[in-house]
């Protein structure tokens, strides 16, 4: 199966910055789309930023000119810069992929739809 492990969450003030890294591991064959959600306490998830596999883009309108989402296909890696926080942004962020494994047992190609378990981020008012 495929794994995913995020780390970079952290406390932080109102304006500053934090970069968050989302790593795959795994019998991985590809990995289409990968994005960042988050969930603020009481809240449900949302979408923050999500990346295909040539480089495109789409983030949500409240974190539009602030955070920017890229990838390392090489390494299977997907990071999220987040500048200017502000305490709304508070929230777990979890990581997610989309993509095809490599099932050993049969050598079967099947997809897969992970998440990874989470990273607090806390912006300080």
């Known amino acids: 199966q495929v794994q995913l492990v995020e780390s970079g969450g952290g406390l932080v003030q109102a304006g500053g910055s934090l970069r968050l890294s989302c790593a795959a591991s795994g019998s991985i064959f590809s990995i289409n789309t990968m994005g960042w959600y988050r969930q603020a306490p009481g809240k449900q998830r949302e979408l923050v930023a999500e990346?295909?596999?040539?480089?495109?883009?789409n983030y949500a309108d409240s974190v539009k000119g602030r955070f920017t989402i890229s990838r390392d296909n090489a390494k299977n890696t997907v990071f999220l810069q987040m500048n200017s926080l502000k305490p709304e942004d508070t929230a777990v962020y979890y990581c997610?992929?989309?993509?095809?494994?490599?099932?050993?047992?049969?050598?079967?190609?099947?997809?897969?739809?992970?998440w990874g378990q989470g990273t607090q981020v806390t912006v300080s008012s």
């Open positions: 990346i295909t596999s040539d480089g495109a883009t």
């Open positions: 997610n992929a989309e993509g095809r494994y490599l099932r050993d047992s049969d050598s079967n190609l099947l997809r897969y739809h992970n």
